[in-house]
């Protein structure tokens, strides 16, 4: 089972779910059946470490996304990945134009393995720290229903 988290810039959010996510499959002992990667829709930060902001966020809570570095979404990734997943509308809505005919993936809102099928997860970039604790708290409630999915699917029911 292949998860793609899709942001704007890849700095902030999506890294952010990486993070968690792959700490969650662990926690799961579902790692080593799940791969997990994030990008952007945006080109400005390719290559660029996460935000300072989101790498200290998610240090408080024990988990190290330093290594990661941003990349963006590419055409190769809608047959790799069995799910697409965006922090926002305007992400979906760009995945969505992007998409091949013939992609198989589950393309939706990340928010809605959190119960909350049209809500998105708010850009932290312009504002203050508190914004970096908002999205990890909605990060790790829909990380937690996401596995709760693919436990299932894996199982084969
Ligand atoms: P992200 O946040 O999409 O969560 O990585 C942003 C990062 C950079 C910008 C916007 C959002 N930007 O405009 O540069």
Request: glycine share 10%.
């Amino acid at each position: 089972m292949r998860v793609l988290f899709v942001c704007l810039g890849n700095i902030c959010r999506s890294p952010s779910a990486e993070g968690v996510f792959r700490a969650r499959l662990q926690r799961a002992g579902l790692a080593e059946r799940v791969e997990v990667d994030s990008c952007g829709i945006g080109h400005w930060h390719v290559g660029k470490a996460p935000d300072e902001r989101a790498q200290a966020a998610a240090r408080k809570r024990g988990i190290d996304i330093a290594g990661l570095r941003a990349r963006v979404l590419d055409a190769a990734d809608y047959r790799h990945f069995d799910y697409i997943l965006a922090m926002d509308h305007d992400n979906l809505a760009a995945i969505e134009a992007g998409r091949p005919v013939d992609c198989r993936a589950t393309v939706d809102l990340f928010l809605s393995y959190a119960g909350r099928p049209d809500d998105a997860v708010p850009d932290p970039y312009f504002g203050g720290d508190e914004g970096f604790e908002t999205v990890l708290d909605l990060i790790e409630a829909a990380s937690d229903g996401l596995i709760d999915e693919i436990r299932r699917r894996l199982a084969g029911s």
